[in-house]
């Protein structure tokens, strides 16, 4: 699968999205686009082969690149983690289910609204942590918050912690429940 995301900061600081893929086994071409923490608008080219896909790839990133659109590198972008405190320090059958379920709403949620990537997870340490990488730290946290509430039943649960591009190890706390006030991973 061949695939473009790029961005753009309006005069009014507003920070806009254009991506673009094409899907070899479904022969689609996609191009989404919209505003960066809101639902994103897509438009679809079925009965696309992969020559046709690859020449569509370069004639959209052209065109981005002479909008003023540019990548947004994975160091300059900020690491914001999601973490479900759990019963079991190894996990049970039943986490696992919430972590599957949690990074597929993730996933769809964070893109769908050119916010990032969901980068992994794990179990660990009595912990369910998702790993993201995103663009706008404040939307993120707020994305993931509501995508989360409505994902999954253990939203009582949910930490998120964030790392600035420039200090990617250093995570600050955004939400937590009620009497807990520090993170670790």
């Known amino acids: 699968m061949s695939y473009v995301r790029v961005y753009r900061r309006r005069e009014d600081g507003t920070l806009e999205f254009r991506e673009a ?10 191009v989404n686009h919209g505003t960066v923490g809101h639902l994103s608008a897509s438009n679809a080219t079925d009965d ?22 540019v990548e947004i ?16 320090q190894a996990g049970t ?11 597929r709403a993730l996933t769809a ?22 790993f993201t ?5 404040n939307k993120a946290v707020t994305a993931i918050k509501s995508c989360l509430r ?13 790392a600035a591009p420039d200090s990617p190890e250093t995570f600050k ?6 009497g807990v006030h520090s993170f670790s991973l």
Do not use: M, N, Y
């Open 21 to 30: 893929w094409h899907d070899d086994d479904a022969r689609q071409f996609v």
């Open 48 to 69: 696309v082969d992969a020559a046709a896909g690859e020449e569509l790839i370069a004639a959209f990133a052209a065109q981005c690149e002479a909008d003023g659109f």
């Open 73 to 88: 590198p994975e160091d300059a972008q900020h690491r914001v983690v999601a973490q479900f405190a759990l019963k079991s």
């Open 93 to 103: 059958d039943r986490d696992r289910f919430l972590e599957r379920q949690a990074v």
């Open 109 to 130: 949620h964070l893109a769908w609204r050119g916010l990032g990537t969901v980068e992994g997870s794990q179990i660990d340490e009595g912990k369910l942590t998702i």
């Open 133 to 137: 990488r995103c663009v706008d730290v």
């Open 150 to 162: 409505e994902a999954t039943s253990d939203f009582t649960k949910l930490s998120i912690a964030a």
């Open 173 to 178: 706390l955004k939400h937590a429940p009620a």
